[in-house]
């Protein structure tokens, strides 16, 4: 299944992509720092001390970091957590432009390489992310960490729709891309929220939903979609009663 190919092709890039979550504090507060580094030591503040760091001053004085070189690259805790985001997006892109085949794709399976490689990405991370969207309550209800990623998300949805090759910029004539592309995150944000209660192995039935929601949603645009949504209603429901 190509689908599958995809997803370990992309994984094997990955793996050799950097883990956010990892920084040594400097040992000199003169050593250069980067915004990689003060990103990566609040992550560890975070699952370390298991609560979200809000005052600059301590989280600098922890890690060894002058305050004005932290305002060089952010300018609030807050900015920290929306850059977290835009990070693992870039690293998504990043690890996706480095396939030469990726131009090549249908629509559909770049739709599955985005979500594939971003959910692995954030798979590296899981512990980070489940606790900021999950154990610390404060779940998807409070997306104002994600208002960059959103942006980028759907900016790169709809540079997917532009360069369609497949006829998917035919067949949204009747839709604007800026709909497609915020059902395109709304669809991305019902993903995140199964990936984080999922307790399959290797998060495999993520696997399986992605792939039947991105079949849904680009069969939308053909003319027998309801095939699609039933199986993934079907599953869904399976899921729901286990």
């Known amino acids: 299944m190509f689908q599958k190919y995809l997803k370990c092709k992309f994984v094997k890039r990955i793996k050799t992509t950097i883990v956010m979550a990892t920084a040594r504090k400097p040992k000199e507060k003169k050593e250069l720092i980067d915004d990689n580094q003060i990103i990566a030591l609040y992550m560890n503040d975070v699952l370390e001390n298991n609560h979200n ?9 922890n890690n060894g970091i002058e305050e004005a070189t932290f ?17 693992f997006f870039e690293n998504a892109v990043a690890t996706i432009e480095k396939e030469p085949n990726y131009i090549g794709y249908s629509d559909k399976n770049k739709l599955l390489t985005l979500y594939f490689t971003l959910f692995e990405i954030l798979t590296l991370n899981r512990s980070y992310v489940t606790y900021v969207l999950h154990e610390n309550k404060e779940g998807l209800k409070h997306l104002k960490q994600l208002k960059h990623l959103r942006i980028q998300f759907k900016d790169f949805v709809e540079g997917i729709i532009e360069t369609s090759t497949s006829g998917m910029g035919s067949k949204l004539a009747k839709v604007t891309k800026p709909v497609f592309s915020e059902g395109a995150w709304i669809q991305f944000l019902f993903l995140l929220k199964f990936w984080l209660e999922d307790n399959s192995k290797g998060f495999e039935k993520t696997d399986i939903v ?3 929601s991105v079949n849904t949603v680009v069969d939308l645009l ?9 199986d993934l209603g079907k599953f869904l429901w399976k899921e729901r009663k286990m």
């Open 53 to 61: 760091t809000r005052n600059v001053f301590v989280f600098c004085k």
């Open 71 to 87: 305002y060089s690259f952010f300018g609030s805790i807050d900015a920290i957590k929306q850059s977290i985001w835009t990070k």
């Open 210 to 212: 992605i792939e039947k």
């Open 222 to 230: 053909d003319t027998k979609p309801f095939e699609n949504l039933i």
